[in-house]
């Protein structure tokens, strides 16, 4: 029987290579010590990403590192985080939806960092963009991580960092501008209906959430280590996971708002959850410069 929706081949590969990461019988290298000499044998490892929580953790340590040595200069910066109503997640499974509305925060952020920094001509901000799909229930739940210098850059001779001063009255309104222009832009593509987005811009409690609490200051380095490292974590750690009988066991991070501290799954559904955790061929969810926005 021919299934109606095919797991992407995509998927399937990446659960192949998951399911051989750190196998001997799979590959290995043999090292050499000299100083106690002894050999050893490596396992390959998947290098997949996405699922791995072994090579998504090397990364995580590789990217935080590269960040902070080679591409973030001594400037505070601030973490946004924003999230999205559940009635538009299922969207955001689409890569070229959840790139234009990630173009839609940058720039309110762009524009909002402009505005309560100093005036200066030809004004640019720093920022870096983590995508997260995930909840710490393991549920698809896709909201941005964003690490932004807490200011703008003016480039004449040489590149000059001018400091903002953002209140909380400026994360509402931000919030509400990127609320705005995100419904617009579900409007434009027939998603939802002109009353439906009249609607929801009503609501007190819209689902859309914008945090930017955290803010780093230019000589805490290991701070702002620590930071990137908690946006390009891992969706789930395998120490956490645990069998029960025919029940899958997965201890969560953290206590949820009702007191639950773990949950208790089927082993299907646990590999239906974290599929949708695998970020598209040849996209990739971890940043590798620092982008400079006008």
């Not at 609320?179 to 819209?206: A, I």
Request: some cysteine.
């Amino acid at each position: 029987m021919v299934q109606k929706h095919p797991t992407p081949k995509y998927i399937d590969k990446a659960f192949k290579k998951y399911l051989g990461c750190g196998i001997l019988a799979k590959g290995f290298a043999c090292a050499h010590c000299g100083s106690c000499n002894k050999d050893f044998l490596l396992a390959f490892s998947c290098k997949g990403r996405g699922i791995c929580p072994s090579c998504n953790t090397r990364a995580m340590v590789e990217t935080a590192a590269h960040l902070i040595e080679n591409v973030i200069p001594r400037v505070p910066v601030r973490q946004f985080v924003i999230s999205f109503p559940k009635r538009i997640r299922h969207y955001l499974q689409t890569h070229v939806i959840l790139q234009a509305v990630l173009r839609i925060v940058i720039d309110e952020i762009r524009k909002r960092l402009i505005t309560c920094s100093s005036k200066v001509a030809n004004a640019k901000i720093g920022a870096i963009s983590f995508i997260q799909h995930f909840g710490n229930t393991l549920n698809f739940h896709p909201h941005f991580h964003i690490i932004a210098a807490d200011g703008v850059f003016s480039s004449t001779d040489t590149l000059l960092f001018h400091e903002a001063f953002l209140t909380p009255d400026d994360i509402v309104d931000t919030q509400e501008s990127i609320q705005k222009r995100v419904l617009k832009y579900f409007q434009r593509q027939g998603f939802f209906d002109k009353e439906t987005v009249g609607k929801m811009l009503t609501y007190e409690n819209s689902g859309f959430s914008l945090d930017a609490n955290v803010r780093i200051e230019s000589w805490d380095r290991k701070g702002l280590e620590r930071l990137i490292r908690y946006c390009a974590r891992p969706a789930f750690a395998s120490e956490n996971l645990r069998k029960n009988g025919p029940w899958l066991t997965y201890r969560l991070p953290k206590p949820t708002h009702t007191g639950k501290t773990f949950i208790q799954i089927e082993p299907l559904e646990f590999l239906e959850r974290i599929s949708k955790f695998i970020p598209y061929p040849r996209l990739t969810s971890s940043p590798l410069s620092w982008c400079l926005c006008s």
